[in-house]
T-cell receptor, first 108, second 114 residues
Framework: GENVEQHPSTLSVQEGDSAVIKCTYS??????FPWYKQELGKRPQLIID?????GEKKDQRIAVTLNKTAKHFSLHITETQPEDSAVYFCAASENLIFGKGTKLSVKP | DVKVTQSSRYLVKRTGEKVFLECVQDMDHENMFWYRQDPGLGLRLIYFSYDVKMKEKGDIPEGYSVSREKKERFSLILESASTNQTSMYLC?????????????FGQGTRLTVV
């Protein structure tokens, strides 16, 4: 089955800096890669996703890149703000196998 | 407004009890999922279902079973609750094989087994 590794487990940045979270997956048949954000005490919510026929996707300050050959994908957040502080999860495949999460802290 | 609803927010059960966690979605989604969330371990898939009466094991199915008799409802069953099943349980649902496969999560059930 699919296995997803996510790094780093914690990330602390200054407000305005960029943040990058990386994930690798094992199943070359996976073709769907979403990212979810979970704020403290709340349910996870989709922030961006990418399919395997696309190499990069952007939505305002967030972007996701995908390298199918290397089986890794990354979340990029630019101009970070305190409200970006949360746990971020990557996932692979339509069966939604998640990584272990990255706790992002943005310091004002 | 899409909605995934879990029957309980907090639950306390005794060791050995049979426990039912219920999840209902009103979006006519084919896929439904059960995860448990523990600090440092992320969201671990217990079971998922892609259709009525269909189920597939996830990464940690031991000690759990599921039931999906109707499309909108997916139940997680702890046959004999144990203390190591104390956790946050999250249900989710999404469309199968479509362009938009955003998954929507329930609010979670925090289960404590004593």
């Amino acid at each position: 089955g699919e296995n997803v590794e996510q790094h780093p487990s914690t990330l602390s940045v200054q407000e305005g800096d960029s943040a990058v979270i990386k994930c690798t997956y094992s199943d070359s048949a996976s073709n769907y890669f979403p990212w979810y954000k979970q704020e403290l005490g709340k349910r996870p919510q989709l922030i961006i996703d990418i399919r395997s026929n696309v190499g990069e996707k952007k939505d305002q300050r967030i972007a996701v890149t995908l390298n199918k050959t290397a089986k890794h994908f990354s979340l990029h957040i630019t101009e970070t703000q305190p409200e970006d502080s949360a746990v971020y999860f990557c996932a692979a495949s339509e069966n939604l196998i998640f990584g272990k999460g990255t706790k992002l802290s943005v310091k004002p | 407004d899409v909605k995934v609803t879990q029957s309980s927010r907090y639950l306390v059960k005794r060791t050995g009890e049979k426990v039912f966690l219920e999840c209902v979605q009103d979006m006519d989604h084919e896929n439904m999922f059960w995860y448990r969330q523990d600090p440092g371990l992320g969201l671990r898939l217990i079971y998922f279902s892609y259709d009525v009466k269909m189920k597939e094991k996830g990464d940690i199915p031991e000690g759990y079973s599921v039931s999906r008799e109707k499309k909108e409802r997916f139940s997680l069953i702890l046959e004999s609750a144990s203390t190591n099943q104390t956790s946050m349980y999250l249900c989710a649902s999404n469309l199968r094989g479509r362009a938009n496969t955003e998954a929507f999560f329930g609010q979670g059930t925090r289960l404590t087994v004593v």
